[in-house]
């Protein structure tokens, strides 16, 4: 069975502070996408990246940074110098390659970054 | 290119009634889906589509009906509305395993 634990169910920092959101996954295909999406106070999900499963080197975006390791099971999700703008749910998911494109959902991590 | 579209962004019903939650996607996307969010219950799968004509059930289609007689359109049916059903409905279409999502219906259930 698959599945996303996403333990941090809320994180309170102060502008500029950097933060980490963790997300582990359980899945028994070789061939899998992993997600973060992210939910601002608005309600909107948005699509923030994807990777591969055969692809591990790490991303950046900005101040966003990932961290894909699949000898723990783990995409983490940095944010650096975090704004006040940065403050919604953040959402880990995963879904298999092939036809069936179900996402597995996280429980997703509260952020509120504070002026 | 609006992407998705969802309408309406708000409902009240009273219990038992019915209606129809709208969905379309213009970027000509096979996959389309509707998950609920409940609070503390992350995002649930209700139904989902693979293409025109073909629907499947997702994790909790009980009070809903689905079909897909175009690409573009996705609609969601509560047949007899009831309390349990008060949520944020999502509606979204995939391209290459990644989802995009519309804004949101939020329907309350009295």
């Known amino acids: 069975a698959q599945k996303v634990t996403q333990a941090q169910t809320e994180i309170s920092v102060v502008e500029k502070e950097d933060v980490t959101l963790d997300c582990v996954y359980e899945?028994?295909?070789?061939?899998?996408?992993l997600f973060w999406y992210k939910q601002p106070p608005s309600g909107e999900l948005v699509f923030l990246i994807r990777?591969?499963?055969?692809d591990e080197q790490n991303e950046i975006s900005g101040r966003y940074s990932w961290n894909f390791q699949k000898s723990t099971s783990s995409f983490n999700f940095t944010i650096t110098a975090s704004q006040v703008v940065d403050s919604a749910v953040y959402f880990c998911a995963l879904t298999s390659a092939g036809n069936n494109r179900k996402l597995i959902w996280g429980l997703g991590t509260s952020l509120a970054v504070n002026p | 290119n609006a992407g998705v579209t969802q309408t309406p962004k708000f409902q009240v019903l009273k219990t038992g009634q019915s209606m129809t939650l709208q969905c379309a996607q213009d970027?000509?996307?096979?996959?389309m889906s509707w998950y609920r969010q409940d609070p503390g219950m992350g995002l649930r799968l209700i139904h989902y589509?693979?293409?025109?004509?073909?629907?499947d059930q997702g994790e909790v289609p009980n009070g809903y009906n689905v079909s897909r007689s175009t690409t573009e359109d996705f609609p969601l049916r509560l047949l007899s509305a009831a309390p349990s059903q008060t949520s944020v409905y999502f509606c979204?279409?995939?391209?290459?395993?990644?989802?995009?999502f519309g804004p949101g219906t939020r329907l309350t259930v009295l």
């Open positions: 990777r591969n499963s055969f």
């Open positions: 589509s693979v293409g025109a004509g073909i629907t």
């Open positions: 899945t028994r295909d070789t061939t899998y996408y």
């Open positions: 970027m000509n996307h096979e996959y």
């Open positions: 979204a279409s995939s391209f290459m395993g990644t989802q995009y």
